[in-house]
Nanobody, 124 residues
Framework: QVRLVESGGGLVQAGGSLRLSCSAS????????MGWFRQAPGKEREFVAT????????YYGDAVKGRVTISRDNAKNTVLLVMNSLKSEDTAVYYC?????????????????WGQGTQVTVSS
């Protein structure tokens, strides 16, 4: 497992943008699929985006597709999530997640390391 620390959340008006950052510890970051999930009050954790470790291929949840971009910088052990055209329904705690070394992942069950989360609030 790795230690993950998210940053960049906050309050933004609808239509605005935010950039979330996740910093990972350790030397195996470049061999781990990284992901972002979110959880709103009273709702289940929802898939936002993942980026693979082998091909850097991104995958996006239907609710955010076209509005978010995930990227990674293996030299800095960081993964970014840029969110544009934010809506009130994007309000949630956003979690960074790391998968096991050498494994793919698209669901929360595929990831074994989680950050503490960062709050994103979109005001309408």
């Amino acid at each position: 497992q790795v230690r993950l620390v998210e940053s960049g959340g906050g309050l933004v008006q609808a239509g605005g943008s935010l950039r979330l950052s996740c910093s990972a510890s350790g030397s195996t970051f470049d061999r781990r699929t990284m992901g972002w999930f979110r959880q709103a009050p009273g709702k289940e954790r929802e898939f936002v985006a993942t980026i693979g470790w082998l091909t850097n291929s991104p995958y996006y949840g239907d609710a955010v597709k076209g509005r978010v971009t995930i990227s990674r910088d293996n030299a800095k052990n960081t993964v970014l999530l840029v969110m544009n055209s934010l809506k009130s329904e994007d309000t949630a705690v956003y979690y960074c997640a790391a998968g096991p070394v050498g494994k793919a992942g698209l669901t929360a069950a595929d990831f074994d390391s989680w950050g503490q989360g960062t709050q994103v609030t979109v005001s309408s």
